[in-house]
């Protein structure tokens, strides 16, 4: 297929599409909101729903009720909007719902502004709803990236029966690169036999619900959700590397910031500088192993994000003490320049 | 092959429109290309700009600190990116909206009147293009072919009658020779 120039938000709203997503509720917010027109458009004519709500707490609970249904569902806000989506998110999760939640992340706390930033990383990842619950959090770097990462997004919901987030700042939104569209399978996902699709009097009625009032049978849901969780841990953590052979310094980054981080290891190069780059692909799962594997080759890691020092707290657990890890970040939609990364890099090669 | 190209100017000049044809350029003649629009709270008649980056290479940082070519359409982008220019780039400049001369000797400027050519040929909203037509020539990486392809993925098919006036005004910038 010939390749389209595309935004990222289009490009997601698209993969979205083609993955059979057909149920889309939103509400708009900038730098997210061409997710939601892209649908308005297109959601028509391939039979589907696009629903504006009157609020993304309202979104966030149609969410829960056509995954409740067993069909193919998505919402997407940035980073104010998904703190309303939060309840929601809490409840899917505690009734094991499947469904794609994005998140084009604009600077915060409050309605901050709407520049890019990754400072939504503990929300994401540490919960941001209340109780014991994961999602799985995944963030591309570029376009193309994008597409196949919101295709893999709705697989790894229904292969989980959770919810998953494709979480990307406002600059891989709004910038387009050329893109082409895989094509999508889905016979090798499990049956949504527990849907509550109305019973026609032939079966036992599929509840779905998120209370547990006895503690004891609480704990046991809770207790297998973990082991699903801890499978994941195990299969499902996806990450790039670069130049790590030989590499003094390494950095950390995810998305955009890694596309920059790039330009800042190719400065280096020329100054005769060895870094290297991991690019965690899921934030959740976190890829640990590699990270602990490469903390004893290396002087040190750097964390590079849009944000005071988020994801620079897993690395640390990670390399557990083995080498020095250290931060650089721009916050509030600032964006970190390659020179400047670069000399990060050489204050700490 | 890695050029950097900012295209700036006002909100309804079609900056961002110039900026995904010259993107769409680079992706029929096989490159790597990336696409930033500014984004804010922009309006009609405040300042737009965008980021387009051509190369071989897969592109790093969508983002461009200094462009190796900037194409100007307005007083106040001109003064606020004049200086980031690469030595040795080149600056742009539609000098029907644009009074000044750069005051850089180690960039190369072409002053071009888009803005008057394109109310003379009729198409007033098309100075964009001729703006293109002489990034084009001055960049003279493509064919004429290559840029009408471009063109038919850039323009929505609604709008399709409008290639051929907008091929008329990129020839017309890549034909004018600003060194005169």
Same mark, same amino acid.
């Given at each position: 297929m010939d390749k389209v120039l595309m935004k990222g938000n289009e490009a997601i709203a698209e993969a979205a599409i083609r993955a059979n997503c057909r149920h889309f509720f939103g509400y708009p917010i900038t730098p997210q909101t061409e997710i939601s027109a892209y649908m308005a458009k297109r959601m028509s004519k391939v039979g589907g729903t696009f629903l504006q709500a009157e609020s993304e707490v309202a979104a966030i609970n149609m969410v829960y009720g056509a995954a409740g249904a067993g069909v193919r569902v998505m919402t997407s806000s940035s980073s104010p909007g998904i703190s309303l989506k939060m309840e929601g998110l809490s409840y899917i999760a505690g009734a094991d719902l499947p469904c794609v939640i994005v998140n084009i992340v604009r600077a915060g706390?409050?309605?901050?502004?709407?520049q890019p930033a990754q400072s939504d990383y503990f929300q994401a990842v540490k919960g941001g709803g209340h109780g014991d619950y994961r999602m799985i959090v995944i963030a591309p770097s570029s376009i193309q990236e994008t597409v196949d990462c919101t295709i893999d997004a709705f697989d790894l919901a229904d292969k989980y029966r959770m919810p998953v987030m494709l979480m990307g700042d406002g600059m891989l939104g709004q910038m387009m690169e050329p893109v082409s569209f895989p094509e999508v399978k889905t016979d090798h996902l499990p049956k949504?036999?527990?849907? $509550? $699709?109305?019973?026609?009097?032939?079966?036992k009625a599929n509840i779905i619900n998120s209370l547990y009032i006895h503690p004891e049978e609480l704990e046991e849901v809770i207790l297998k959700r973990e082991e699903k969780y801890n499978t994941i841990y195990e299969t499902e953590v996806k990450y790039h590397t670069e130049g790590?052979?030989?590499?003094d310094v390494v950095l950390v980054a995810y998305g955009t910031t890694a596309r920059i981080a790039k330009a800042a290891i190719a400065l280096a190069k020329q100054n005769g500088i060895k870094a290297g780059l991991i690019r965690p692909i899921t934030l959740w799962p976190f890829p640990t192993d590699i990270i602990a594997k490469t903390a004893p080759n290396v002087k040190c890691m750097i964390s590079v994000e849009m944000s005071t020092g988020q994801m620079v707290e897993d690395i640390r657990l990670a390399v557990n003490g083995v080498c020095p890890v250290h931060f650089y970040g721009r916050t509030g939609g600032a964006v970190p320049t390659p020179t400047a990364i670069f000399e990060q890099i050489r204050r700490y090669a | 092959m890695t050029r950097e190209i900012l295209f700036a100017g006002f909100g309804g000049q079609g900056i961002l429109f110039c900026g995904k044809v010259m993107s769409y350029l680079g992706l029929v003649s096989g490159l790597e290309v990336s696409w930033l629009p500014s984004y804010g709270p922009e309006m009609r008649g405040g300042t737009a700009n965008c980021h387009v980056i051509v190369s071989n290479d897969a592109v790093g940082s969508p983002i461009i600190n200094n462009p190796t070519d900037l194409i100007v359409m307005n007083l106040p982008s001109f003064d606020k990116f004049e200086n980031t220019v690469s030595p040795g780039g080149n600056i742009i400049i539609d000098s029907s909206l644009i009074s000044k001369k750069t005051s850089r000797n180690d960039v190369n400027a072409h002053y071009i009147p888009a803005t008057q050519m394109a109310n003379e040929m009729g198409v007033p909203k098309l100075a964009n293009m001729i703006m293109l037509g002489k990034l084009i020539s001055v960049l003279a990486a493509v064919s004429l072919d290559q840029v009408k392809e471009a063109l038919e993925k850039s323009v929505p098919p609604s709008k399709k009658e409008l290639i051929e006036v907008n091929l008329k005004a990129i020839q017309a910038g890549y034909n004018f020779n600003s060194d005169i």
């Open positions: 706390p409050g309605l901050g502004g709407i949504k036999d527990w849907a $509550t $699709t109305g019973t026609k009097m032939k079966r790590l052979e030989n590499a | -």
